[in-house]
């Protein structure tokens, strides 16, 4: 029993080691990919809305660990505070959250449903001020009303199938190896010759791990992806890799 307890420990911990070294590796390669770098230089405010989400998906997560239902209205009050942070995640937290609440309902169920629906009347509250605020204005005043895809040239024929089309192609537009890993020189803010977003050896770990992950967080990857790349879609112009910004981690 005693020899079978030394090689439980023994796999543990190094299962435990090599768990720290993939999350050490993990951080250095977002620490020096350059889109981290030029967020990070210019002090952008779509990073101050990348860490609020970031924060509020953690003690959602965490709260789910160790069963603490405080942490779920901390997840719900920074996903709120995140509307002021930056354009963004005024659409990717909502569906953030909602997507969470989707994938996680099961594990969401040790904390009762009157709680929860608290925890969502705080969020909405939270985002009260913004919304007003931003409802009252005229719409071409406006950051969105000045560069929404909903905006029709006048020669542009509108049709049942257009504007589909039109969101689709500028959604496989956000996702350009090009734009990614070879050359970002025509991005606006995050831009330099012969480098993409990340090094081109990053394209490698992101197929790896998506070939790895379990069925389940594939999914999660897919439509964390695809949430952060729906500003970018919903917004004409070349990829403004601040508005993706969520798609960094």
Known sequence: L???????I?????????IQKIQLINFLLIAISPWHIQLSRIAHDAGYGLLLQILALFFLL??????????VLISCILFGVSFYAYHAPRLTSGLLLLSCAFYFKQELKIYSKKYL???LVV??????PIVIDYSLKPLGTTRFGGINIFIRNPNEKTNLYSLPNKISLNYLRQFNPKYLFIDSHNLRYFNVSSV??????????????FYILPRKFRLIFITWLFIAASPGAL????PNAGRIILGLP
């Open 2 to 8: 005693s020899r079978e307890l030394i090689v439980l």
């Open 196 to 209: 993409g977003l990340f090094y081109i050896t990053d394209a490698i770990f992101i197929l790896v791990g």
């Open 62 to 71: 965490y709260s789910l660990r160790v069963h603490k239902r405080l942490y």
């Open 10 to 18: 023994n796999n543990r911990l190094k299962h435990q080691f090599s």
């Open 123 to 128: 969020f909405i509250i939270s985002t009260i």
């Open 235 to 238: 917004t004409s112009g070349l």
């Open 117 to 119: 629906l608290y925890c």
